[in-house]
């Protein structure tokens, strides 16, 4: 079934841009361009708005068979803090955009993905900070477009950071249970991986690495679930009261692609007394 409408996108749409338009406050760092994600969870009352826009080379949508460059348009993100120890995460594309070799261009919007991060453990001397991320995955993109699943999909993993003198390195570990796309009752169980690490090579410049993935035991695994690995490298610049970053990636896999690269931004917005 198709969870969203257009309408719905435009919405969170409307509501972000005003967000950044009419909000302020100051920067922070944490997340783009990075996939792994960061155990600490943003202060409580902040608001962290990001959007940037994706490019893929040689996408593989096994499902509808197609394959082709990806373009990712306003990939976009909504981080809330709720206490101390919490956020609350929403994150969605507002249109993908994929160009087959044929020459035929294909298009739909992303899902909508929801997370809750909870942190466990704060790191103190050799203590590790420990958090918990559950995150279900909305059906908003379809199969008639070839690019969705029209599945909901639902993930937990943990993630750990640790500051190691300059660096802050940090893991994400879990799984992740997703419907078959054309069989009814079937499922797949996935592990969900990454490890990053985040090193300050200036006043305002942190130069950012990952390795992440995801891994699927069934030799004959559904559409969509499948073993894919990337590696991604890439800078976060702060600068006029936001944080600007730039990224690339390689695939590691036959089904990844070969090659992207991603840019964005992001702005913390705090409550004012």
């Known amino acids: 079934m198709r969870f969203n409408t257009a309408r719905y996108q435009w919405i969170l749409f409307v509501c972000f841009a005003g967000i950044l338009h009419f909000s302020g406050g100051a920067l922070h760092a944490q997340q783009r361009p990075l996939l792994t994600e960061d155990p ?17 080379r040689r996408s593989v949508y096994t499902l509808s068979g197609f394959h082709g460059s990806h373009v990712a348009l306003l990939p976009s993100g909504l981080n809330f ?28 919007f992303g899902d909508v993905s929801l997370s809750t991060k909870m942190k466990i453990v704060g790191e103190s001397g050799r203590m590790p900070i420990i958090s918990f991320r559950p995150t279900v995955v909305l059906p908003n993109a379809n199969q008639v477009s070839g690019l969705g699943l029209n599945t909901t999909r639902f993930f937990a993993s943990i993630p750990v950071g640790k500051t190691v003198g300059r660096a802050f390195v940090f893991g994400n570990v879990g799984f992740g249970i997703m419907d078959h796309p054309t069989i009814a ?11 990053a690490a985040k090193v300050p090579v200036g006043a305002k410049l942190n130069w950012v690495a990952e390795l992440s993935g995801v891994n699927n035991s069934k030799n004959s695994p559904g559409p969509g679930s499948e073993t894919r690995r990337q590696l991604r490298s890439g800078f976060q610049f702060e600068a006029a009261g936001v944080r600007w970053d730039a990224g690339v990636m390689a695939g590691l896999t036959d089904l990844d692609p070969t090659w992207g690269f991603t840019f964005g931004l992001t702005k913390r917005f705090t409550k004012h007394p």
């Open 81 to 108: 803090g709720l206490g101390n120890n919490a956020e609350f995460q929403m994150v969605w594309t507002m249109h993908d955009y994929l160009r087959t070799f044929d020459g035929v261009w294909h298009r739909d």
């Open 185 to 195: 009752g079937v499922q797949d169980d996935v592990l969900t991986y990454g490890l």
């Open 40 to 56: 600490r969870p943003i202060p409580s009352g902040a608001l962290d708005a990001e959007v940037g826009f994706g490019y893929d």
